[in-house]
């Protein structure tokens, strides 16, 4: 079974400072990674993943995250925020493989751009 | 295109009484999910369809039934609501199974409460 730890609850930053979400994963198989984020009132919509190969990955809206394979890690970076980027931070995982039936998600990180 | 539309949009309900959230998407997507939120909590999977005509349990799949007659609607129902049953609930589809990591795109959501 998969699970994720994301290690705040709340992160309170200032606008155009850098900002780290952090998530840790726990899986006896390797692992596909995931981060979503939800605007207030609204649904989740993917920001980045994870699959295979360069462990940087890059998404939308400035946002980039590394995979850390040894330290079972995939925080959520940006090196400039913006009062848009207010909203609820999601981790997720699933395991790779046909038997992968699940999208396993952590309790989310609120953060919050105070200007 | 609309994508993953929900329905209702909030409704409160007696404790006991019968109620079905409606999902439907128009991105001709074989997968559909439904998720339960709840603070602190995260997102935890209900039930999940892989394809029209076939279901499976999620992580808390008691006190919920859902069914998958056509690759478009995904309805939940609660056949005797409890208060612990009162949340956030997401409807979720993507083209593929999670084994695919395919990303998935979610419904703007069902606040329900159950008094």
């Known amino acids: 079974a998969q699970s994720v730890t994301q290690l705040d609850s709340q992160v309170p930053v200032f606008e155009e400072a850098p900002v780290e979400l952090r998530c840790n994963y726990s899986?006896?198989?390797?692992?596909?990674l995931f981060w979503y984020v939800q605007y207030p009132n609204q649904g989740l919509q993917l920001l980045l993943k994870y699959l295979s190969g360069s462990t940087l990955v890059k998404g939308i809206n400035g946002f980039e995250a590394e995979f850390n394979k040894s330290q079972t890690s995939f925080h959520l970076r940006k090196p400039s925020v913006h009062i848009s980027d207010t909203a609820e931070y999601f981790c997720?995982?699933?395991?790779?493989?046909?038997?992968?039936?699940?999208?396993?998600f952590g309790q989310g990180t609120r953060l919050t751009i105070n200007p | 295109i609309a994508g993953i539309t929900q329905a209702p949009t909030s409704q409160i309900l007696a404790a006991g009484r019968r109620m079905t959230l409606r999902c439907t998407q128009d991105?001709?997507?074989?997968?559909m999910y439904w998720y339960r939120q709840d603070l602190g909590l995260g997102l935890r999977l209900i039930h999940y369809s892989n394809t029209a005509g076939t279901t499976g349990k999620g992580e808390v799949p008691d006190g919920y039934s859902v069914s998958r007659a056509n690759t478009d609607d995904f309805p939940l129902t609660l056949a005797s609501a409890v208060p612990s049953q009162t949340s956030v609930y997401f409807c979720a589809s993507s083209v593929g199974p999670v084994s695919r990591a395919d990303t998935q795109y979610f419904g703007p959501g069902t606040r329900l409460t159950v008094l």
């Open positions: 991105m001709r997507h074989n997968a």
């Open positions: 997720a995982v699933s395991a790779l493989g046909q038997g992968a039936q699940k999208l396993v």
């Open positions: 899986s006896s198989v390797s692992v596909y």
